[in-house]
């Protein structure tokens, strides 16, 4: 026997399988030491170069005209200014569209919204250049045209960045025509800024040959890599882009960080030395999108069940100037209009408008936050015109296992596991109790009202373009034992890292303490996708999985042929290998006979997810590879003189199939579900009617949610589930899903001013639900019963 192999009593088998376990197990997030010491390197923590120069943007100070001309003299002349460019000194495509080639780096010919791009300033230091660039309104010559402010206006004039949108099935109008009831309604819901809290920052550095090295925070390396090269006429090869981490994204950083990128790379290109851009939070808030608002007319047929038999919808988002992603964000709000229901006959129209405002773009969910909360409006009413509780309306739309069980778009509903989850949770939150508790609270409380709702939770996971469904991943195995990783996904606090590490180490036998991933980079592995659609574990764990099993039937390969045992009874586990029998050695042993041996110890992996298919045309096919589920209970009191509200209690049992790591993925649904929170109770966006000024542009001005905003009793649990696809180790995504849980916050708050009018009238409650919206439907609800012609009219909707 070789010296490094040694016999050993065998443990329980149980205890050393769990003993070896790296993925299922809790694990602090990889770099969380550095987070807590301020270690952790961001993008403008990189050591400067020297003679680092510092770029900032000069913003159109209105929201459409002619661009006439750019006093590039008077901003030379300024202190410490080095140099002024503009679209003209772009020598490749001055273009950074996503999608469709509308959207110029910088503005060209016309500029069409108020904060555009329209020339940078190069400068010694960052305030020289801030300065500089501040005196926009004096350099630029702009003749002014009459802007177009709103998604509505935009509709009138057939105003659009895409083509409308259809999605259809059955015949809607007549299964409304003959349904026993009918709402028609009118709604709005606010957009939400990214609020990511590093803000957008590139710093791009002249290599060897002509070539460039971008450290940008991004969602999207491989994205910003082509809009560089592109824009600087060259290929891709001379372009690297890096990011090691992301102090936030939320899809604000999945496309529009290609301008801030552009720009530096230009600057560093045509100036030969390192230029950094790194907006102040004002600028990041003029310059970039944000999720689209959306308007909703619905037109609904109903049965005295509440059960939807026909439903028209034509959904109306506000786009901005350009494309961007908003024909996706369209489509994934059309393929979530369902949300967890059977709609048999449905009619859905999407129009993305074009106006003179920031291009809209990615936010989590992608568009399907927005058609999901207008069929959870939809049934809230249904509910209220029936006096019947919500949930006892959304469970009767369920969509069921073996039938009722096909989406609008064709794809059959596997594993759906609605019912029994939305079960549990209205068991353990104590639903039925504390319903009735509150309708005898509310009866005595004339002021301060209570409300509570229990919403579900069904979500697609996958990229609605199909080839984006790829990724790739390198292993590297050292003779020492330690193993560095490198994947096309991006860190951006979320945890992906960290669960990439646990795949492998789980797939090599090897401590977590022994995996490093490295920074993403371009230069390693290609062609990448963005990090988002809730697909980062799903795709690069699956990539990174294979790269390491390619190692790990290697190396069992050469421990069978060097120690004389059979290959399929060989197995790594806590840095051991196990021979079969009690025979084992240490892992580090065995690499060093590898590479002596010469082995190859490091592999590229990849994975592309199978059995998607989109026809954008017909709006068919099978976009998702599978769905998640959720369901949670908000409970909420509100001051009818004020318009105030507070949380004060949630219940969340989410779906994330086997969890990879189950302190992350309930950091995940906690912190998604405040966002979604925030977006509906809070998050404001505000624009000048008449010159398309963001007035919302500052933590001054947007309220985002704090700890101070989360319910004191906040309750969360993993729902007990394995994933009926085979995803990397039947786990579930957990990024954009969790968002919907915040639509049980709104609707508890809609809940408790009903209450007002002892639930008989529909209160016209606007989302974001802030003080004077809130107040603004209270006063609403006591003038409707306050009238008895609107009382009887209520009345006799629901006996229609």
């Known amino acids: 026997m070789n010296r490094a192999v040694e016999s050993f009593l065998s443990t329980d088998p149980a205890a050393a399988a769990a003993s070896a376990a790296r993925v299922g197990v809790p694990r602090a997030h990889e770099s969380a030491h550095l987070h807590v010491a301020g270690a952790a390197q961001y993008v403008d923590d990189i050591p400067e170069v020297a003679g680092t120069l510092h770029a900032a943007l000069g913003l159109s100070p209105v929201a459409h005209g002619t661009l006439n001309a750019v006093d590039v003299a008077a901003l030379r002349s300024q202190p410490g200014v080095v140099a002024v460019l503009t679209a003209a000194d772009i020598p490749g495509v001055n273009d950074c569209g996503a999608i469709h080639h509308d959207e110029p780096i910088l503005a060209a010919g016309q500029v069409m919204y108020l904060g555009q791009a329209v020339f940078a300033v190069i400068a010694t230091d960052r305030e020289s250049a801030r300065r500089a660039a501040a005196l926009a309104k004096k350099v630029l010559d702009i003749t002014p045209l009459a802007p177009v402010l709103t998604a509505r206006e935009a509709h009138a004039r057939g105003q659009y960045v895409v083509q409308p949108m259809h999605m259809v099935r059955g015949d809607a109008q007549a299964a409304i025509a003959a349904a026993p009831h009918r709402l028609r309604d009118t709604f709005t819901l606010g957009g939400q800024e990214q609020f990511y809290l590093e803000g957008q920052i590139s710093y791009a550095v002249p290599q060897e040959d002509g070539c460039l090295k971008v450290h940008c925070s991004t969602q999207h390396p491989s994205e910003m890599q082509h809009v560089v090269a592109h824009m600087l006429g060259k290929a891709k090869h001379h372009v690297q882009v890096e990011c090691r981490r992301m102090g936030g994204g939320f899809g604000g950083k999945e496309s529009q960080s290609s301008v801030f990128a552009g720009v530096a790379a230009l600057a560093a290109f045509k100036l030969g030395r390192a230029v950094k851009l790194r907006p102040d939070r004002d600028d990041d808030f003029m310059v970039t999108g944000r999720r689209h608002p959306f308007e909703f007319s619905v037109d609904v047929g109903f049965d005295d069940e509440g059960r939807l038999l026909g439903v028209e919808v034509d959904m109306l ?380 542009h500052a933590p001054s001005t947007y309220k985002i949610p704090t700890a101070n905003d989360a319910p004191a009793v906040f309750n969360t649990r993993l729902f007990d589930n394995s994933n009926v696809a085979d995803s990397i180790h039947r786990s579930k995504a957990v990024g954009e899903p969790p968002l919907l849980l915040g639509f049980s916050v709104w609707h508890a708050i809609r809940d408790a001013v009903s209450s007002v009018g002892q639930h008989r009238v529909d209160p016209p409650l606007r989302a974001p639900a802030t003080a004077e919206a809130v107040l603004d439907a209270v006063d609403a609800v006591r003038a409707a019963i306050a009238t008895p012609a609107a009382v009887a009219a209520a009345v006799e909707a629901v006996a229609q």
């Open 317 to 696: 988002t506000n786009a901005g100037w350009s494309a961007d992603l908003s024909s996706a964000v369209m489509g994934r709000a059309l393929c979530h209009f369902d949300n967890a229901y059977w709609l048999p006959n449905v009619a859905m129209h999407g129009y993305c408008a074009r106006t003179n405002t920031q291009s809209n773009t990615a936010f989590r969910g992608f568009g399907g936050p927005q058609g999901a909360y207008a069929v959870e409006h939809i049934m809230d009413t249904v509910a209220r015109r029936l006096g019947r509780d919500p949930l006892a309306v959304r469970r009767a739309n369920f969509y069921g296992v073996d039938e009722r069980n096909v989406t609008p778009y064709g794809q059959t509903v596997e594993g759906n596991v609605m019912a029994p989850l939305a079960a549990e949770l209205e068991a353990t939150s104590g639903y039925q109790a504390r319903r009735a508790e509150i309708a005898a609270w509310n009866a005595t409380s004339p002021v301060l009202k209570r409300g509570i709702a229990l919403t579900p939770v069904k979500f697609g996971i996958s990229f609605n373009v199909q080839h984006l469904n790829q990724a790739g991943a390198l292993v590297h195995l050292y003779s020492d034992g330690s193993c560095l990783v490198n994947h096309g996904g991006t860190e951006m606090g979320q945890g992906l890292n960290t669960k990439v590490a646990q795949v492998v180490a789980q797939e090599l036998g090897l401590s977590f303490e022994r995996i490093r991933v490295t920074a993403t980079d371009t230069f390693k592995v290609v062609n990448t996708s963005a990090t988002a659609a809730s697909t980062g574990s799903d795709l690069n764990g699956k990539a990174a999985q294979d790269a390491a099993r390619q190692i790990r039937e290697r190396l069992t390969a050469f421990a069978a042929q060097k120690h004389g045992c059979d290959a399929a009874e060989i197995r790594f586990a806590n840095d051991q290998v196990h021979l079969g029998g009690e025979r084992r050695m240490p892992l580090d042993d065995l690499l060093l006979e590898a590479y002596l041996a010469r082995v190859q110890l490091w592999s590229d992996g990849f994975y592309a997810t199978p059995g998607l298919s989109w026809d954008p045309k017909a709006m068919k096919g099978r976009p998702f590879y599978y769905y998640a589920f959720g369901a949670a209970v908000s409970e909420v009191v509100v001051d009818t003189l004020t318009g105030e509200s507070k949380l004060l209690r949630t219940d969340l049992l989410h779906d994330v199939g086997k969890s990879l790591n189950p302190a992350i993925d309930l950091g995940q649904v906690e912190g998604g579900f405040v966002q979604g929170m925030g977006w509906l109770t809070m998050e404001e966006l505000i624009w000048h009617p008449k010159t398309g000024a963001l007035l919302t």
